[in-house]
């Protein structure tokens, strides 16, 4: 069964850094690019950014580049998502989840991490 | 950046009933489309990929068809675990992009 678990809720001050974890088990984490997306209060889903962890060749949203990196350990399969300077408008749930690209088609994200709860207030 | 626009915004609808929900594309997918159910405190759930293609274990009251720029997720007979908040979201281009969402409720 393929899982994505995701490190627990933050609380954080504006200003501070913070990395987020989503550790995959039950697939070849090599092989499935991961990616993250922002839902902030109330709202809808945000595409941020994807990492393949086979090269970690990753692309981003021009809303969050600069903004975020994304990074993977393949090692311990787990992908993660950082903050060098948090902003009060960072506080979100953020997901990961898995997208499948063969050599010639890419596909949705078919399996979703359960989420991690940032809050970013002074 | 690909567009997407969701519509109707709020669909009110009685247990039973069909509820049609659309998605319009700013530029041509071909068929690079999902759809996604989220229920509150939920993570997202792929219901549709490739514009018209089931994933795994989602029941066949569930639909989808379109191509190009316009699509269409069909629910023939809503089911009270349906209300929920249907995405749907272009994976043709960089950077992925997805619509604003629509709000199935009970009408």
């Known amino acids: 069964e393929v899982q994505l678990v995701q490190s627990g809720a933050e609380v954080k001050k504006p200003g501070e850094s913070l990395k987020i974890s989503c550790k995959g088990s039950g697939y070849s984490f090599t092989s499935y690019w991961i990616g993250w997306v922002r839902q902030m209060p109330g709202k809808g889903l945000e595409w941020m950014g994807i990492i393949y962890p086979g090269d970690s060749n990753t692309r981003y949203s021009p809303s969050f580049q600069g903004q975020v990196t994304i990074s993977v350990d393949k090692s311990i399969s787990t992908a993660y998502l950082q903050w060098s300077s948090l902003k009060a408008s960072d506080a979100a749930i953020y997901y990961c989840a898995t997208r499948y690209c063969s050599s010639t088609n890419c596909y949705a994200f078919e399996n979703w991490g359960q989420g991690t709860l940032v809050t970013v207030s002074s | 950046e690909i567009v997407m626009t969701q519509s109707p915004a709020t669909l009110s609808v009685s247990p039973g009933e069909r509820a049609t929900l659309s998605c319009r594309a700013s530029?041509?997918?071909?068929?690079?489309l999902a759809w996604y159910q989220q229920k509150p405190g939920q993570a997202p759930r792929l219901l549709i990929s490739g514009a018209s293609t089931r994933a795994t274990g989602i029941p066949a009251r569930f639909s989808g068809s379109g191509s190009w720029t316009e699509f269409t997720l069909t629910i023939s007979s809503l089911q009270s675990e349906d209300f929920a908040v249907y995405y749907c979201q272009q994976y043709n281009n960089w950077p992925l992009t997805f619509g604003g969402g629509t709000k199935v409720e009970i009408k």
């Open positions: 530029q041509g997918l071909s068929s690079n």
